[in-house]
Every structure is written in structure tokens, then in C-alpha cells.
């Protein structure tokens, strides 16, 4: 058998343009690597929730454990029920996903064709960009201006060609947010043809995230995301959803893997939804964390940028150099050289133990006192 012809020569171009995502080194990987204890790595690069699960989810998915062998209901019924009692929305205006990752990959292989161009901020969370060039179209990227979404000028970057804009709220790196009435005015503003994608991964950290249901019910294009990644603390079942039009939603559904999220994170999810205690507790330690970094921050005149999110952006300088001294002293933070910002780390918050020793490796490795 010849071997005249590869695998590159027969992969679609856009595959080759594909850029790699860089993920947060889990523990075990850094432990390994530098022969260190992995119960005493603390790992603070992939905005995580430090408390971990709540004791009700932990109970809720051993239950579920022994019916393993069924496939799970692809339609997500009782959750889907569960967050129309919550919100108000018809049990059809959901989508769910693997993460809400593959929301936004729902959205492109429902909504963005080749040459398609697609708004989003230049700093913005990397996924954007990653399934706007998955499809085949254009990413038209806005700089930030002071490290927060430039709505007038992705407003000023749409075209007729645009399909879809992406907007967080927060932004992830830089956890900046734009006001309410910003948010509003800009999606009142968009044309017709453009379909506004909110991402909500950190709304529940927010004291009174906006509410795009209004304009939602009144026709506008928009599809809102949100996960249990963040202060649900589900982040390895892998589940977040959208919410939209019910004609939305269906047309999603369409392309959507039958069995796209699995039994276990479907019990964990509905679980989590019901202990709102934990999610109060993370967001208060997640109050406490942010004001120590900031304190440390601030106090010692390392450039920062407030943060609305569960991590925070710090300017520290040589981010490759630190963040390796970090990883050998056991602390995962993620430098942002893959996003442009190569003189700044994104450190997630801890609990308070974890966020005392950050500072002190960080005081170590930048030799401050
Ligand atoms: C802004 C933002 N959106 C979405 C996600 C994706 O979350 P998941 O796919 O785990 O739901 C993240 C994860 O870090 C994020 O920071």
C-alpha cells in the first residue's frame, strides 16, 4: 500500500487553520512533571469553584450511579422543567449541551456558514473564535478598550455579512463587564439579521446579572448561555444550556448529538440547582477571595483589573518565567500569552487557604516581601 497521500492532505482546510486550545494543567500532570506531592498542588488557572461539589450533588449522582446502563434522556426533561419553573421560560426555549461550550458550537452548526463574519471582542473568551473558524467564517475581532467590550465599536463591526456576536457578561480573561443599560441598548441595536450571543458563564456571581428575557419575548435575536461549570461546580460532568426563542431552540436541536449530555450530569445539574445554599457560599467565598487578591494587589502596586468574574487578571511581567517557578512550587496558575497578554496571569480564586499560599509563592517567585 503506497503512502503518497496523508491524513493532512485529505483534512478540510479549516481544520488546518484551527488553532490548538490551551487548557488549564490539571494537578496530576504539574505533580508528575516536577516530582511534587499532587495532595499539596493547588491548581488556580481554570476558574474552577474551590469548594467543590455540594454534599446533596455528590448524593444525588451516587444514586444515579447503578442506572448507568440506560442512555439518558436526551431531551433533559426534568431539568428542562426544573429551569422553566426557575426562570419563567417555556421548558422548550432550552438547548443543553456538553458544557456550554457546545452551546456555542450548536450555534455554529446551526447559524454560521462559510465566509460568515462573526463580531466578538479581541480579548474575549477564546471559544468565540475557535468555532467561528470551526465553521469556516471570519472572526471580526474589536479591541477591548480598558480591558472591557467596546459595544460601539462591535456595533461599528457589523455588517451585512455578520451572523452572530458574541458577548460575555462577564468577560473571561479580564472579568470586565459592561453596565445593564449598555448591554440592552446594544442588543436593541443590533440589525435584524444578527443573532446576539450572551454568555452568562459567570451571571450567578453577579448581584443583578442583566436580563435579556424581555427583549427575548419581544422578537430579538438572541440566544443566552450558561453553565454548571462555574459556581454549580460541575465542571468535570461537562453541562450548560442556552435559552432562547422556542423556534431557536428547536432549530438547535436539530443538530444536536441525540445524547449530547449524559444521565450523571443531568442528575448532578438538577441537584445543584436545588441546593442554592452552596451556590450562595461560593459566591461569598468568592467575595472574600476576590478583595484579599485585590488587597495584595493593590497593596504591593501590582496592576490589576477588577474583576466581576471568579478570577482575577494581574499584570506580574514575565508570565512564562513566573508561571513556571509557580508550577514547581505547586501552584497552577494560566499565563495569557495564547490571548495577547503575555505580561499577564489570570489566577482563579481559592479558598482562603489556597489564596494565602498563592501570595506567598507569589511573593517568592517576584521576590517581594
Ligand atoms: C466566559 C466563559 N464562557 C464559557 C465557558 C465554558 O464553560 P463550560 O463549557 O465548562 O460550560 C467558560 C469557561 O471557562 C468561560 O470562561
Not at 5 to 27: A, F, R
Not at 132 to 152: I, N, Q, R, S, Y
Not at 244 to 252: F, P, V
Not at 350 to 360: K, V, Y
Request: aromatic share 8%; with cysteine.
Amino acid at each position: 500500500m503506497g503512502t503518497s497521500i496523508s491524513y493532512t492532505d485529505l483534512v478540510k482546510p479549516s481544520v488546518l487553520n484551527q488553532p490548538v486550545y490551551e487548557p488549564g494543567k490539571p494537578i496530576e500532570v504539574v505533580a508528575r512533571e516536577f516530582g511534587i506531592d499532587p495532595e499539596t498542588t493547588i491548581k488556580l488557572a481554570s476558574n474552577e469553584n474551590p469548594l467543590g461539589v455540594s454534599p446533596k450533588v455528590l448524593e444525588a449522582v451516587k444514586s444515579f450511579l447503578n442506572q448507568s446502563h440506560f442512555y439518558p434522556d436526551g431531551g433533559c426533561y426534568l431539568l428542562r422543567q426544573k429551569l422553566a419553573g426557575l426562570t419563567g421560560l417555556t421548558p422548550g426555549q432550552f438547548i443543553f449541551g456538553n458544557g456550554s461550550n457546545e452551546i456555542f458550537e450548536l450555534v455554529g452548526h446551526a447559524f454560521i456558514s462559510e465566509g460568515d463574519e462573526v463580531v466578538m471582542g479581541e480579548q474575549a473568551f477564546i471559544v468565540y473564535k475557535l468555532v467561528t473558524l470551526l465553521f469556516d467564517a471570519k472572526p471580526m475581532e474589536v479591541p477591548l478598550v480598558d480591558f472591557t467590550h467596546d459595544l460601539g465599536g462591535m456595533l461599528a463591526a457589523v455588517s451585512e455579512r455578520t451572523k452572530v456576536v458574541f458577548l460575555p457578561c462577564p468577560n473571561n480573561p479580564t472579568g470586565t463587564l459592561n453596565s445593564n443599560e449598555q448591554v440592552l441598548e446594544f442588543a436593541e441595536a443590533l440589525p435584524e439579521h444578527v443573532i446576539l450571543v450572551l454568555d452568562e458563564a459567570y451571571a450567578e456571581y453577579q448581584q443583578e446579572p442583566v436580563d435579556l428575557r424581555p427583549l427575548m419575548a419581544d422578537g430579538r435575536k438572541i440566544i443566552c448561555s450558561r453553565t454548571f461549570s462555574k459556581i454549580y461546580s460541575l465542571a468535570g460532568f461537562r453541562i450548560g444550556y442556552g435559552y432562547c426563542s422556542e423556534e431557536c431552540a428547536s432549530l438547535m436541536n436539530r443538530v444536536r448529538e441525540p445524547f449530547n449530555v449524559n444521565s450523571i450530569a443531568q442528575a448532578a445539574a438538577l441537584a445543584a440547582l436545588n441546593d442554592q445554599d452552596w451556590v450562595d457560599k461560593s459566591r461569598e467565598l468568592n467575595e472574600q477571595g476576590l478583595k484579599m487578591l485585590s488587597d495584595f494587589f493593590h497593596a504591593k502596586g501590582i496592576p490589576f483589573v477588577p474583576s466581576r468574574g471568579n478570577f482575577i487578571l494581574a499584570e506580574l511581567g514575565d508570565c512564562a518565567r513566573i508561571f513556571n517557578e509557580m508550577e514547581q512550587e505547586g501552584v497552577i496558575v494560566r499565563p495569557m500569552g495564547p490571548y495577547g497578554l503575555p505580561e499577564y496571569m489570570r489566577i482563579s480564586i481559592g479558598t482562603g487557604i489556597q489564596n494565602q499560599r498563592l501570595i506567598e509563592t507569589l511573593q517568592k517567585v517576584l521576590d517581594i516581601s
